[in-house]
């Protein structure tokens, strides 16, 4: 059974950092390409940046670009993303995807805010 | 940027009815859509990929069509446990671009 799991999510300032993680079982994770997907308060969802299978190819939405990393491990079988300077319209609940949401996790919040 | 334009925001039907709702994409994305189910609380769940492939588990009631730019799910008979909000994605190109969601009621 595929199992993704997100961790690192909380309250942060405007302007701090924080780091995502997605722990993935049940598949091999590093055969597909992986994504973060995230959903504001009442709002709909939003594709955040996707890496492909190997880590070489890096995509980001215009928003998010220069502020967000997104990485893996394969070794580890985990997905990673980076937050810095974050802003207020950060604040959304984030998913980590398995490849163009065939699979999702539980979601974490991430709530920015001073 | 690739525009996807999801129809109707909200819709409240019967027990039975047949349901169907519609995303227009603003360029070609040929097959590259996919289908979600989210209901309150939850992760969304895959539906339909390829535009017309009905995803693992999937009931039979539900069904992916593509008519030129217009994608439609489509539930044949609404029961109880499809009450849920709905997106598309298109993921032919980046950034990957939703639709709005429609939320489906019961009447």
């Known amino acids: 059974e595929v199992q993704l799991v997100e961790s690192g999510g909380g309250l942060v300032q405007p302007g701090r950092s924080m780091k995502l993680s997605c722990a993935a079982s049940?598949?091999?994770?590093?055969?597909?390409?992986m994504a973060w997907v995230r959903q504001a308060p009442t709002k709909g969802l939003e594709w955040v940046a996707t890496?492909?299978?190997?880590?070489?190819?890096?995509y980001y939405r215009d928003s998010v670009k220069g502020r967000f990393t997104i990485s893996r491990d394969n070794a580890k079988s985990t997905l990673y993303l980076q937050m810095n300077s974050l802003r207020s319209e950060d604040t959304a609940t984030y998913y980590c995807?398995?490849?163009?949401?065939?699979?999702w996790g539980q979601g974490v919040m991430v709530t920015v805010s001073s | 940027d690739i525009q996807m334009t999801q129809s109707p925001s909200s819709l409240s039907a019967s027990l039975g009815d047949r349901v169907t709702i519609t995303c227009r994409a603003s360029?070609?994305?040929?097959?590259?859509l996919t289908w979600f189910q989210q209901k309150p609380g939850k992760s969304p769940r895959r539906m339909i990929y390829?535009?017309?492939n009905l995803a693992a588990g999937v009931p039979s009631r539900f069904s992916g069509s593509r008519s030129g730019s217009d994608y439609s799910l489509t539930i044949s008979s609404l029961e109880s446990e499809d009450v849920a909000d709905y997106h598309c994605?298109?993921?032919?190109?980046?950034?990957?671009?939703f639709g709005a969601g429609t939320k489906l009621e019961l009447k």
């Open positions: 995807t398995r490849g163009a949401g065939g699979s």
């Open positions: 049940g598949f091999t994770f590093s055969n597909y390409g």
């Open positions: 890496i492909s299978y190997d880590g070489s190819s890096t």
């Open positions: 360029q070609d994305i040929g097959n590259y």
């Open positions: 390829g535009a017309t």
């Open positions: 994605l298109q993921s032919i190109q980046y950034p990957h671009t």
